[in-house]
């Protein structure tokens, strides 16, 4: 038997996931394609890679499915670089070549466009990602494109829209684009929680990028030079993610299980004990029923 101190970094990579995180990773990661029927046969995914870690360890996930699935489907793993620092796209690349990841990097002018935009820079700049991440991977042939988001951010998007936008909504599993026809979106991670991912990533000695945005970068530069840590000046862009990130590890304490039921909540509404409800772009209140009922 090969020593595994010589083999190849990438093959003890994918070993992890399936032998020391199988529990963590790897079966939530199989559950959550089974569950909300991520991809059948023919399919052809285009991975996005951003560089960071739910990204890569995604990338890493569909290849090892890849290989041992019945199912027949095809992968491109994609990287856009939307004006990253020179050292930022190095990074992805040499973590790339290093995971054995066969990435296709594209480039895009979205952080010169954004850059002097003053009403919600973050979300102009989300949109334009998703845009010229479809378009690339229709270019490529695929049908669908597999973006890296977890259950933390699933639940952490619930709280949001309750506590800041006054509505109940997620971010779903898979979307069909409405601005691509054919194309689909979907999360195979979705199952997957964050905490499992950081100890994946220090297990194998990984090391991947932060946040590569122009803004957030400068905000970082300007808290260390009034003295603050590096830790600190790494969560500044969180903002309001942040929070529901300490608000659920707060809860936590007192329910181990707040998270989930966090999730449940969005599977078991109760439409005959809600005062309105969103269906189809279409309103409905429990008052234009309420007589007939």
Same mark, same amino acid.
């Given at each position: 038997?090969?020593?595994?101190?010589? !083999?190849?970094?990438? @093959?003890?990579?994918?070993?992890?996931?399936?032998?020391?995180?199988?529990?963590?990773?790897?079966?939530?990661?199989?559950?959550?394609?089974?569950? #909300?029927?991520?991809?059948? +046969?023919?399919?052809?995914?285009?991975?996005?890679?951003?560089?960071?870690? +739910?990204s *890569?360890?995604?990338?890493?996930?569909?290849?090892?499915?890849?290989?041992?699935?019945?199912?027949?489907?095809?992968?491109?793993?994609?990287v856009?670089?939307?004006?990253?620092?020179?050292?930022?796209?190095?990074?992805?690349?040499?973590?790339a070549?290093?995971?054995?990841?066969?990435?296709?990097?594209?480039d895009?002018?979205?952080f010169?466009?954004?850059? +002097? @935009?003053?009403?919600?820079?973050?979300?102009?700049?989300?949109?334009?990602?998703?845009?010229?991440? #479809?378009?690339?991977?229709?270019?490529?042939?695929?049908?669908?494109?597999?973006?890296?988001?977890?259950?933390?951010?699933?639940i952490?998007?619930?709280?949001m829209?309750?506590? #800041?936008?006054?509505?109940?909504?997620?971010?779903?599993?898979?979307?069909?684009?409405?601005?691509?026809?054919?194309?689909?979106?979907?999360?195979?991670?979705?199952? @997957?929680?964050? !905490?499992?991912?950081?100890?994946?990533?220090?297990?194998?000695?990984?090391?991947?990028l932060?946040?590569?945005?122009?803004f957030?970068?400068?905000?970082?530069?300007?808290?260390?030079?009034?003295?603050? +840590?590096?830790?600190?000046?790494?969560?500044?862009?969180?903002?309001k993610?942040?929070?529901?990130?300490?608000?659920?590890?707060?809860l936590?304490?007192?329910?181990?299980?707040?998270?989930?039921?966090? *999730?449940?909540? @969005?599977?078991?509404?109760?439409?005959?004990?809600?005062?309105?409800?969103?269906?189809?772009?279409?309103?409905?209140?429990f *008052?234009?029923?309420?007589?007939?009922?």
């Open positions: 038997m090969a020593d595994k101190k010589n !083999e190849a970094p990438h @093959v003890n990579i994918e070993r992890s996931i399936i032998k020391q995180f199988r529990k963590e990773i790897w079966r939530p990661f199989v559950k959550g394609l089974q569950d #909300y029927k991520m991809i059948q +046969d023919g399919d052809k995914v285009a991975v996005c890679i951003s560089g960071g870690k +739910d *890569m360890l995604l990338a890493k996930c569909l290849q090892q499915l890849k290989r041992q699935s019945d199912t027949e489907f095809d992968l491109e793993f994609i856009m670089d939307p004006g990253y620092h020179p050292d930022n796209r190095r990074m992805i690349q040499d973590n070549a290093l995971m054995n990841i066969p990435i296709r990097i594209f895009a002018d979205i010169d466009i954004v850059v +002097d @935009v003053d009403q919600s820079p973050c979300y102009l700049c989300a949109r334009m990602r998703r845009g010229y991440l #479809y378009s690339h991977a229709r270019e490529l042939g695929c049908n669908k494109i597999a973006l890296g988001h977890h259950f933390d951010d699933v952490e998007t619930i709280l829209g309750i506590l #800041y936008g006054g509505q109940i909504n997620t971010m779903m599993p898979k979307l069909h684009s409405t601005n691509f026809e054919g194309m689909e979106l979907i999360r195979p991670l979705y199952y @997957v929680k964050e !905490e499992d991912i950081l100890a994946w990533r220090s297990c194998n000695g990984l090391h991947f932060q946040c590569a945005c122009r957030t970068e400068q905000i970082a530069r300007e808290q260390a030079a009034g003295g603050m +840590d590096g830790a600190s000046a790494d969560i500044v862009h969180t903002s993610r942040q929070e529901m990130k300490e608000l659920i590890r707060s936590r304490k007192n329910s181990p299980f707040v998270d989930s039921n966090i *999730m449940k909540s @969005v599977e078991n509404i109760n439409l005959d004990a809600c005062l309105g409800y969103v269906a189809k772009g279409v309103r409905h209140h *008052m234009d029923e309420y007589d007939e009922s």
